[in-house]
Each structure stands twice: as structure tokens, then as C-alpha cells.
């Protein structure tokens, strides 16, 4: 890392001599603490040291444990204190023009307030890094009106999230009262989603609840791990559906939302979601299961779906219950799974 010695003698060292205001790839610092200040919460030390993020955007990844104290999780009203070492992965900065495309959207429920779209595979929710059009945001721009603002210019009517290649159940909010009352009910655990997936390997149990600490691989910029120090609570129960030859159809029912909670939770229990080859599972090819030189993937994902999700109506408060129906591709990998499954027996 290179060293920088900011205006209050605090020594910041940026990885590889990036600079604070670089674009492109994280940005992985480390900030030595050296004298004592007055109300030195580290929420607010940050936002002035790293001006382009908002203070709600610095507490947000102090949350989320990808700034932490001294090698732990803090809160963001933490003191800091002499001889205190921080350590930050921040995200780049983004283009903050979102540019409207005619891309078609799978519109599950829409009103005034709300649009629930079936995510498809492939396709990333909100403009990022190596990803500035083609995305959620993009085909939501040209079809709505209006969307949400929140906090990011770059994630207009995002309240949630999911994964570049799992599908299912995602909700956008339009207007800036819908999208906190949903955040807030996110915040308060008060949203249940259920996914499915198909893992490798026989499940033994029907039913288990894995409670296992997460956070940012210490290694792998892009992954995340289970850290039973410094990891952010996670809490996942899985249960069984149908067991096939060598794998298992489950659901997945997430009690917090941990980055990537589930695709490392089931990697966690030797269990891998299949085709995610970034957390030990590998890709499955029709030679593999009946004995050919066939190398085509029977599946060019993961197999995790977003089945459903139940929320209360952010302005009416009705009870809200929405479905999105298994995509033609994790359909297929099951159907061959089971005839795989009858030929064997």
C-alpha cells in the first residue's frame, strides 16, 4: 500500500497507489489513527474524508462490515480512538446518468406505488462496474414514469437485491414513501422470501437452520465467506423438497440478507448451490449424468430462483403474497435430474 498523510497527521495507505477519487475497481484502504478528536464518531470522520460518499453511505458499508475497526464490526456511531486501524473496501464511483432502453420486463404486480418484476438470468439489477446499461434499472427507466430515489442517483426505485444470475421475485418502488416503508420493513425483518435451489449432494436432514456469521473473503475481493469474528449475523433455513441421484431440490428461506447469504451458507455446509462455480460447485454436463462425451452444461447458472416473497402493502398496508414461476431453464435441469434419478434405480 502506499502511504498518504492526510491534513490531521492520520496516515492513510491506499492499495496499490490508487487515489480516493479513482473509478473502476473497490477501493481497499487503511487509515492509522494518531490524535484524539472531539466527537470523533466514525460515520462522520469517513464522510469527511471520503467527501463523494454521502454519511448514509458510509453507516450503510460500516453495516454491512465492509469497513471495520481494529479487524471488527463497528457501529457507525462508534468513537474512533489513537492507534485505531481501519480498514475500508469502498466502491468505485459511478456514472450517475441512468440511461432509459426498451428492454422487456416480466411485470408480476404493478400500481402507482410498486412494480414486481420476474428478474431473468444474466441480467444485473442496477448500473455498476462493467455494467452501465442492460440492466433492471435501465428497462425500468424507459417503462416507468417515475421510480424512487433513495439515497444512490444509480439505484433509482431499488429497495432489494438479487444476484446477476438468479432469477425470481424483485420489487421496485416508484415513489420516495413507498421505497423507506419498504426499506424499513427490509431493516425490520418483516419481509419473508422463500427461494429454490438444487445443491449438490443428498441432503441428510429435512430441515435445518444454518446460523453462521458472514463478510467480505479476506482475500477475494468479489466473494463473500463465513467470518466467525468479524461477519455480519446470517441466518438461513433450509428445507428439503425432493432428493435426487447426488443432489437436492430445496427451499431456501433467508432470516437476514446477507450479500450472497445463501449461495455461502449452502457452500458453508458442503452443499453448494450447482453451477456456482465462484463458492465449490461445478457446472453439469448431460455426458456427466448419462455417460457421453456430451459436454454441454445442462444449466449455464447457478440454479437459484426467488419463488416468492410477502410483504404488507407499503401505503395500504394489505397483506401482500407474489409468485414468479421456475424459469424454463431450472425446469429443464430438474426434469433431467429426475430421469437421471429414475434410470439409476
Given at each position: 500500500?502506499?502511504?498518504?498523510?492526510?491534513?490531521?497527521?492520520?496516515?492513510?495507505?491506499?492499495?496499490?497507489?490508487?487515489?480516493?477519487?479513482?473509478?473502476?475497481?473497490?477501493?481497499?484502504?487503511?487509515?492509522?489513527?494518531?490524535?484524539?478528536?472531539?466527537?470523533?464518531?466514525?460515520?462522520?470522520?469517513?464522510?469527511?474524508?471520503?467527501?463523494?460518499?454521502?454519511?448514509?453511505?458510509?453507516?450503510?458499508?460500516?453495516?454491512?462490515?465492509?469497513?471495520?475497526?481494529?479487524?471488527?464490526?463497528?457501529?457507525?456511531?462508534?468513537?474512533?480512538?489513537?492507534?485505531?486501524?481501519?480498514?475500508?473496501?469502498?466502491?468505485?464511483?459511478?456514472?450517475?446518468?441512468?440511461?432509459?432502453?426498451?428492454?422487456?420486463?416480466?411485470?408480476?404486480?404493478?400500481?402507482?406505488?410498486l412494480v414486481i418484476v420476474n428478474k431473468p438470468a444474466n441480467m444485473v439489477v442496477h448500473p455498476a462496474r462493467g455494467y452501465q446499461s442492460g440492466t433492471m434499472v435501465n428497462a425500468l427507466a424507459y417503462y416507468c414514469q417515475n421510480l424512487s430515489?433513495?439515497?444512490?442517483?444509480?439505484?433509482?426505485?431499488?429497495?432489494?437485491?438479487?444476484?446477476?444470475?438468479?432469477?425470481?421475485?424483485?420489487?421496485?418502488?416508484?415513489?420516495?414513501?413507498?421505497?423507506?416503508?419498504?426499506?424499513?420493513?427490509?431493516?425490520?425483518?418483516?419481509?419473508?422470501?422463500?427461494?429454490?435451489?438444487?445443491?449438490?449432494?443428498?441432503?441428510?436432514?429435512?430441515?435445518?437452520?444454518?446460523?453462521?456469521?458472514?463478510?467480505?473473503?479476506?482475500?477475494?475481493?468479489?466473494?463473500?465467506?463465513?467470518?466467525?469474528?468479524?461477519?455480519?449475523?446470517?441466518?438461513?433455513?433450509?428445507?428439503?423438497?425432493?432428493?435426487?441421484?447426488?443432489?437436492?431440490?430445496?427451499?431456501?428461506?433467508?432470516?437476514?440478507?446477507?450479500?450472497?447469504?445463501?449461495?455461502?451458507?449452502?457452500?458453508?455446509?458442503?452443499?453448494?448451490?450447482?453451477?456456482?462455480?465462484?463458492?465449490?460447485?461445478?457446472?453439469?454436463?448431460?455426458?456427466?449424468?448419462?455417460?457421453?462425451?456430451?459436454?454441454?452444461?445442462?444449466?449455464?447458472?447457478?440454479?437459484?430462483?426467488?419463488?416468492?416473497?410477502?410483504?404488507?402493502?407499503?401505503?395500504?398496508?394489505?397483506?401482500?403474497?407474489?409468485?414468479?414461476?421456475?424459469?424454463?431453464?431450472?425446469?429443464?435441469?430438474?426434469?433431467?435430474?429426475?430421469?437421471h434419478k429414475a434410470q439409476r434405480k
Amino acid at each position: 500500500m502506499a502511504e498518504i498523510a492526510n491534513n490531521n497527521s492520520d496516515l492513510i495507505k491506499i492499495e496499490d497507489e490508487q487515489t480516493l477519487t479513482e473509478d473502476g475497481e473497490p477501493l481497499r484502504a487503511q487509515i492509522v489513527i494518531k490524535r484524539i478528536r472531539a466527537k470523533g464518531r466514525i460515520d462522520k470522520y469517513l464522510q469527511g474524508r471520503f467527501s463523494r460518499f454521502s454519511r448514509s453511505a458510509i453507516q450503510k458499508l460500516i453495516k454491512e462490515g465492509t469497513i471495520t475497526v481494529n479487524g471488527k464490526i463497528v457501529k457507525p456511531s462508534y468513537e474512533i480512538l489513537p492507534g485505531d486501524t481501519i480498514d475500508l473496501l469502498l466502491p468505485p464511483q459511478r456514472d450517475k446518468e441512468i440511461i432509459p432502453e426498451p428492454i422487456p420486463l416480466d411485470i408480476l404486480y404493478e400500481d402507482r406505488y410498486l412494480v414486481i418484476v420476474n428478474k431473468p438470468a444474466n441480467m444485473v439489477v442496477h448500473p455498476a462496474r462493467g455494467y452501465q446499461s442492460g440492466t433492471m434499472v435501465n428497462a425500468l427507466a424507459y417503462y416507468c414514469q417515475n421510480l424512487s430515489l433513495g439515497d444512490d442517483p444509480v439505484r433509482p426505485g431499488v429497495v432489494h437485491r438479487l444476484d446477476k444470475d438468479t432469477t425470481g421475485v424483485i420489487i421496485f418502488a416508484k415513489d420516495d414513501e413507498a421505497h423507506w416503508r419498504l426499506a424499513l420493513q427490509f431493516e425490520r425483518r418483516r419481509i419473508h422470501k422463500e427461494y429454490l435451489a438444487i445443491v449438490e449432494g443428498i441432503i441428510e436432514l429435512d430441515s435445518d437452520r444454518i446460523d453462521a456469521p458472514i463478510g467480505v473473503h479476506p482475500q477475494i475481493r468479489s466473494k463473500y465467506s463465513v467470518r466467525d469474528i468479524i461477519g455480519r449475523p446470517a441466518v438461513t433455513v433450509y428445507r428439503v423438497i425432493e432428493r435426487l441421484k447426488n443432489f437436492t431440490f430445496v427451499k431456501l428461506q433467508p432470516e437476514t440478507g446477507r450479500t450472497h447469504q445463501l449461495r455461502v451458507h449452502m457452500s458453508y455446509i458442503k452443499h453448494p448451490i450447482v453451477g456456482d462455480t465462484m463458492y465449490g460447485a461445478r457446472k453439469i454436463t448431460v455426458g456427466e449424468l448419462f455417460g457421453s462425451d456430451d459436454k454441454t452444461p445442462i444449466i449455464n447458472r447457478f440454479a437459484l430462483h426467488a419463488h416468492r416473497i410477502e410483504f404488507r402493502h407499503p401505503i395500504t398496508g394489505k397483506p401482500m403474497e407474489i409468485e414468479a414461476p421456475l424459469p424454463e431453464d431450472f425446469n429443464n435441469l430438474l426434469e433431467i435430474l429426475r430421469k437421471h434419478k429414475a434410470q439409476r434405480k
